[in-house]
């Protein structure tokens, strides 16, 4: 059973529990397009996750069945919970090095672009990073069964949630001593020097007690959210491909041969001395932060909103059906989603001839519900989302690829 599926609901109710929080508090961590952003990427994340992890689940029930010199079996509570704290611990690893070696920082650092810091973000997730499996193989090892992993691996997913969030400052000093708490978290998700690469639990925080990575939430030093290299942008895929890209062509363009390797295995931001040189990289000073964003009218809001629903029925029932589907289909699926969630990113840019390709987009989901569905009881559904589409694209003329950048930090 996918635990994380069946907690999407209480993850969007907590979100709107937020949201009603900021209005009464009357403050403003959530912004439409970043939150609308990160929610499609955590959608994208869930979908692509369907095309590769099988494969990554297979390696680790291969070497649990041939090489595991026993098993700890899936009925005990002691199992669960020892398997619980060793999941946090190797997590605390992959965690650690994805944000201290170039090549899995890429693959990571889509939950970081975000520049603010709210319940969506916990949902922004990478789809890019394909070798965070290897860090959990030593679990097959010491007899914990795939069953077990799958469950205590969503528990895990599941209680970082509601850490990402500004509306709880601090916990019962033994709880931030023992735990992830929304400040340590907050900590962890700074782009202020003094907090970079810190606080990588999971669900422990004694694993950055113990191995020198803590470092508490100063009230001297107001959190900074986001990276240091701004995406800039709203496209789902690009985001997952911008630092990957950023390493391939740091590795062609560099004369040593030695570098072209070394680049992806180095240290986080290391870049050949040449390379370096010759194209310098642009990071943005935190603390004259300039927040990204694009501006659209009511209509255009309504109108994106209203797209974002349906890509969410349309990933619900992809997901839920998964197990009916064949593997061309799913990959076909997959593909489908990603163009859907790339133009609703472009939609928000308002990039040139943005109309046309939401009226392409439209149109295919037209033919996929006939195709998955084939009843005249779609067409009422399928005729709004025509209906809707024409009349809000209707006032999308006039379109800007400007964009407005929106308050400073202080």
């Not at 069945?65 to 605390?92: I, K, M, N, R």
């Not at 970081?112 to 959990?136: D, K, V, W």
């Not at 995406?231 to 997952?240: E, K, M, R, T």
């Not at 927040?291 to 839920?320: C, E, M, N, R, W």
């Amino acid at each position: 059973m996918n635990i994380i599926l069946f907690a999407i609901p209480l993850f969007l109710s907590l979100i709107l529990l937020e949201l009603y929080l900021d209005w009464r508090a009357q403050k403003q961590t959530y912004r439409f397009n970043d939150a609308i952003n990160s929610l499609n990427l955590g959608m994208m994340s869930q979908v692509m996750g369907l095309a590769y992890k099988t494969l990554q689940f297979s390696v680790y029930v291969l070497i649990f069945q041939h090489l595991a010199p026993w098993s700890l079996g899936t009925e005990a509570l002691w199992v669960y919970l020892f398997a619980f704290v060793a999941y946090d611990f190797c997590y605390y690893w992959f965690h650690r090095i994805s944000h201290e070696i170039n090549l899995f920082w890429a693959g990571h650092v889509v939950h970081h672009q975000s520049e603010e810091y709210n319940l969506s973000t916990a949902l922004r997730q990478s789809s890019g990073g394909f070798f965070s499996f290897i860090f959990y193989l030593p679990l097959a090892l010491i007899g914990i069964e795939p069953l077990v992993l799958l469950t205590v691996g969503s528990l895990n997913l599941v209680y970082q949630f509601w850490v990402h969030t500004r509306h709880i400052n601090r916990m019962p000093d033994w709880y931030e001593a023992v735990f992830v708490t929304p400040s340590n978290h907050r900590v962890h998700h700074a782009q202020n020097p003094l907090y970079m690469n810190k606080n990588h639990g999971g669900v422990f925080i004694l694993w950055d007690r113990w191995f020198g990575t803590f470092q508490d939430e100063l009230p001297e030093e107001p959190v900074i959210f986001g990276i240091t290299k701004p995406l800039q942008s709203w496209n789902p895929i690009w985001a997952n491909l911008d630092t990957y890209w950023a390493l391939v062509k740091d590795s062609w363009r560099t004369g040593s041969f030695a570098d072209k390797f070394k680049v992806f295995f180095s240290k986080t931001g290391w870049r050949p001395a040449d390379v370096r040189k010759q194209f310098p990289n642009k990071f943005a000073n935190p603390y004259q932060q300039v927040k990204f964003d694009t501006p659209l009218s009511g209509a255009q809001k309504l109108y994106v909103f209203l797209q974002h629903l349906t890509l969410i029925a349309l990933v619900l029932y992809f997901l839920l059906s998964a197990g009916s589907f064949s593997v061309v289909t799913i990959w076909a699926g997959a593909a489908v989603i990603l163009f859907c969630l790339f133009c609703l990113g472009y939609y928000q840019q308002q990039r040139q001839h943005t109309t046309w390709l939401e009226c392409a987009k439209n149109l295919l989901l037209v033919l996929l519900a006939l195709y998955w569905f084939g009843t005249a009881a779609t067409w009422p559904a399928l005729g709004w989302l025509l209906l809707v589409s024409v009349a809000l694209l209707r006032s999308s003329r006039g379109h800007s690829s400007g964009l407005l950048v929106q308050g400073k930090n202080s």
